[in-house]
């Protein structure tokens, strides 16, 4: 029974991912969607470990695929049509190592301090997510492209940061209470 409820339960963390990154592909600053989709990945591998981190994050970087190659994400269309493969796998790549790491980081903290720990890990998440996505630009991307691009990312990744630093241990504090009363 615990297991079917684990299951379920991060079945809705992977929806929420879907949900979230479809209707941030809308909000837009400059040409880059803000991402919240990163909340419920944080949360989810915190909450169930690196593996289910990882797992979410790999749901977002599909998404985020799918939406660049639909056209839907702008920037990344444009990346697409420059370097396909490499647009591609890096969409699936950073999203499934800011799951990854953000719940390292929140695995290896938490039992010296968990609200640090779910700070930190909320860091992790947007700076490995935005950080590869940079790092794929230098390395494959003629360098005013990347440099366009990478002025965008800044201002979206101070907002993403923000976000995920203030939503995310709220959230799963809310979610640890829950689990208490049940």
């Not at 040409?31 to 990945?41: D, G, H, N």
């Not at 998404?63 to 056209?71: D, E, F, P, S």
Request: hydrophobic residues 55%; charged residues 10%; positive net charge.
């Amino acid at each position: 029974m615990k297991d079917n409820k684990k299951n379920v339960t991060i079945a809705i963390f992977a929806a929420i991912i879907v949900v979230l990154q479809m209707v941030a592909t809308f909000i837009n600053f400059g040409s880059f969607p803000i991402t919240l989709t990163l909340i419920p990945i944080i949360v989810a591998g915190a909450i169930y470990g690196p593996a289910v981190g990882a797992l979410m994050g790999t749901v977002f970087g599909v998404i985020v695929a799918l939406m660049v190659i639909t056209g839907a994400d702008p920037s990344g269309a444009t990346m697409l049509a420059i370097h396909p493969v490499i647009t591609i796998s890096v969409c699936i790549l950073k999203g499934t190592l800011c799951g990854l790491c953000s719940a390292l980081t929140y695995k290896a903290l938490k039992n010296k301090n968990e609200k640090l720990a779910i700070v930190l890990a909320s860091a992790v998440a947007p700076i490995v997510n935005t950080g590869t996505l940079f790092i794929c630009l230098i390395l494959f991307f003629e360098s005013n492209f990347a440099t366009m691009v990478s002025a965008f990312m800044s201002i979206n990744f101070l907002i993403e940061l923000l976000t995920n630093v203030l939503l995310a241990p709220g959230l799963l504090g809310i979610i640890h209470s829950s689990a208490r009363y049940n």
